[in-house]
């Protein structure tokens, strides 16, 4: 298994009630009396990254347990939905993309061989007692199959570029909604089978942070566009509670450009703005500390496809944002251009962008796409746009006294302005 550095490690268990417990590990030796329930816990001293292997050693009145080949690094826990829980195997209920993913995902999951990586893969198992696990495992090809890709690309990146072992935790299941992982002081709650038994038993398992990439379940059956924002900050505060630390990084995935208003069944019939007001209710949770999210309307190839390929582009965002805000790699662009100011000079509105100092520019080197205004009589028109440094310029009559602006705003929506980084912009509306 791998160790989060450079915090104190929690290690506990259960055993005979009063019986005397001693941990061993990297030479501190923790000592721990089992408690009237028949649990113990103890706490290691902060560790150093090592690439060493080193062995824990558990024992009490004659009994032993020994963790060979453990290491001290990173360790980050995905969670989330289908996106999430797509697989480096491509898990079988999800239709493979148009092009892109099966061969080069499969050329990795092939050369998966880094033994400072290491996978600790939840099973989708409500029925079992404990957590559904086989324990931690090495990365190889077989060990890597069930494991979310976004999760996978993000500790393999991660781990390029720290030069330390990092540990994922992949706990995700797919058509889930939030409300099933937000821990809830109700007993028994039935919405919340996945906190109780595929998160709640890792609570304690010191860790550097969190990815999470959800949202699609919860807009398609609750329509949440102007609550969910609510509901992920209570999810993200609840964890944050859970391990004592109002601060631990929570970096998640906005969910990409899909034809829900299409969508044929569904229980609440959608419009083509539905999925940009969710966009703009994902969006809200970056207000809270050490949190980002990876803009993913660039992502799909095709647009009734719930299941967007490149899931090592997603895995990659996020580590940007980890390396960047985490980690101290300020040269690291982590996000693309975000609205930061918008003025308007007579017919002239100059919007500029945030994370976009070297200028912006466009993915194909035409004009900037997706910009429309409303019009006197309340219609929507593209706007013709041009780029000036970190700004795009367009016009409206002046007869328009408080104009609505709207980038990329459509559930079909894939715009083409970048900055040089290559990273997409986020999607807005804003009324002047």
């Not at 029925?127 to 976004?150: F, I, M």
Request: contains cysteine; aromatic residues 12%; hydrophobic residues 35%.
């Amino acid at each position: 298994m791998i160790l989060q550095q450079q915090k104190p490690v929690s290690v506990w268990g259960t055993g005979e009630v009063g019986e005397r417990v001693r941990v061993t590990f990297a030479g501190q030796t923790q000592m721990a009396i089992t408690d009237n329930n028949g649990h113990w816990q103890v706490t290691l001293k902060a560790m150093k990254a090592s690439t060493q292997p080193q062995t824990m050693t558990i024992s009490s009145q004659g009994k032993k347990i020994r963790f060979p080949d453990v290491l001290i690094g990173e360790v980050w826990l995905a969670s989330g939905q289908s996106n999430m829980e797509y697989s480096m195997n491509n898990h079988p209920q999800y239709k493979k993309p148009k092009k892109g993913d099966p061969d080069f995902q499969l050329k990795e999951w092939k050369n998966a061989d880094n033994p400072n990586i290491r996978m600790l893969y939840i099973r989708k198992d409500l029925k079992c007692d404990t957590l559904p696990t086989n324990g931690w495992q090495r990365l190889c090809p077989e060990n890597v199959k069930p494991v979310s890709a976004v999760a996978y690309f993000f500790a393999k990146m991660l781990q390029d570029s720290l030069k330390i072992p990092v540990g994922i935790i992949s706990s995700s299941w797919g058509g889930t909604v939030i409300e099933e992982w937000t821990p809830n002081d109700e007993p028994n709650n039935s919405l919340r089978p996945m906190y109780q038994k595929l998160i709640k038993p890792l609570v304690g398992y010191t860790l550097r942070g969190f990815l999470w990439y959800q949202g699609e379940s919860n807009l398609i059956n609750y329509s949440d566009t102007h609550i969910y924002a609510q509901k992920q900050e209570q999810l993200f505060t609840a964890w944050r509670k859970l391990w004592k630390d109002d601060f631990l990084p929570f970096y998640y995935v906005q969910i990409s450009p899909l034809t829900y208003s299409q969508r044929k069944g569904d229980s609440i019939p959608k419009t083509w703005i539905d999925l940009p007001r969710f966009w703009t209710a994902q969006a809200k949770t970056m207000k809270l500390p050490n949190t980002g999210m990876v803009v993913t309307t660039d992502i799909p190839d095709d647009i009734r496809d719930i299941h967007p390929p490149y899931k090592w582009v997603v895995g990659e965002r996020l580590c940007r944002w980890a390396l960047n805000r985490t980690y101290g790699f300020k040269h690291i662009e982590y996000a693309g251009p975000i609205l930061k100011n918008i003025t308007r000079k007579g017919d002239k509105v100059i919007i500029e962008f945030n994370h976009a100092k070297e200028g912006l520019i466009t993915s194909d080197g035409k004009s900037p796409t997706w910009f429309y205004a409303n019009t006197a009589d309340g219609r929507f028109c593209r706007q013709n746009v041009v780029i000036d440094g970190n700004s795009v310029i367009l016009h409206i009559s002046k007869n328009i006294q408080h104009p609505t602006i709207r980038f990329g705003y459509d559930e079909i929506a894939q715009p083409n302005l970048r900055n040089h980084a290559g990273l997409p912009g986020l999607p807005f509306e804003i009324t002047l």
